[in-house]
């Protein structure tokens, strides 16, 4: 789907089944992703423009549909899932409801004013390729808003599993899923052929009473370990006390719970439209920033670029 060697890091086949899993008890830990919806539309709220139709890729169990229904910005939400058991809690909500991947959806081109997705992309192969049929099938002039967790997420458990992995088995495996950077989002944005991108993050703290219940959480939500080249054998008993021990040691409050860093990317894009601002060209201001801002202009002369 795009110019851009794929590398496969997810076992797909385990995305799905680990989401379907999660689509059980969907309603006992969606409180993260339900979170984010709120953010999501918070930030659609800003934008002083309703949107016909919408999509929302990789839509859990409905938690967008949820949020928005009580906001009046869409008129009608399509959403779709790798998941069939969550493609079926989030027909719930109401909204057309699909199963579809992310990698190969199936819309027509210039199909939808709007195309969210929230906490999904971040388990995709081809995320160059995902991201351009996102933007094929948006109208000009149609935005797009993603979700994604960023480097700094989960970084207490990583770097505890880590230490533990060495001090038992003398090295260490992929056990927490690689993420983007903001540098790399922004830029897959721009050659998808996306106008106007902006990235930003939102820092979620989760504090908990041991680590043992984050781990609970991340397999609630179907965000355990999904990496291909992860160890296939179970992980030794011995490890994971190791690394929970030494969350508690080095992580601890004074309160005795424990913090999770989340990190969420958001990604804002627009497809291009010939009624989008441009850049100006340099030079070509007819103001200067000096008067703008009622102060003295300075030439500095003589000073060599760095």
Not at 130 to 148: W, Y
């Amino acid at each position: 789907m795009s110019d851009i060697e794929i590398m496969n890091v997810f076992d797909r086949k385990l995305v799905r089944a680990h989401r379907d899993r999660a689509a059980k008890t969907w309603e006992d830990f969606d409180f993260l992703h339900k979170e984010v919806a709120e953010r999501i539309c918070d930030r659609l709220d800003d934008v002083l423009r309703d949107f016909p139709l919408a999509l929302d890729i990789g839509c859990h169990g409905g938690d967008i549909a949820e949020v928005i229904g009580q906001r009046g910005k869409v008129q009608h939400l399509i959403q779709c899932d790798f998941s069939q058991g969550m493609a079926q809690r989030a027909r719930e909500q109401g909204a057309a409801t699909l199963v579809a991947d992310e990698e190969f959806l199936p819309f027509g081109h210039e199909t939808f004013d709007l195309i969210v997705s929230n906490l999904s992309l971040h388990w995709v192969n081809d995320l160059p390729g995902a991201l351009l049929q996102i933007n094929r099938s948006l109208k000009p002039d149609g935005l797009f808003i993603g979700t994604m967790f960023g480097t700094e997420t989960l970084r207490e458990l990583r770097q505890c599993l880590n230490e533990a992995e060495m001090e038992v088995d003398g090295g260490i495996s992929p056990r927490v899923s690689p993420f983007a950077d903001v540098r790399d989002a922004g830029m897959l944005l721009q050659r998808a052929g996306f106008n106007l991108p902006v990235v930003d993050t939102d820092g979620v703290e989760v504090r908990y009473e041991n680590p043992m219940k984050l781990m609970k959480d991340l397999k609630g939500m179907g965000e355990n370990n999904k990496v291909l080249e992860r160890r296939k054998n179970f992980t030794k008993r011995e490890l994971i006390m190791r690394a929970m021990q030494r969350y508690v040691e080095e992580f601890s409050g004074d309160d005795g719970r424990v913090p999770a860093t989340f990190q969420v990317m958001f990604l804002t894009a627009w497809k291009p439209d010939p009624s989008q601002q441009k850049p100006m060209t340099p030079g070509s201001a007819q103001h200067k920033l000096a008067d703008a801002l009622g102060v003295p202009e300075h030439i500095l002369e003589g000073k060599d670029k760095p």
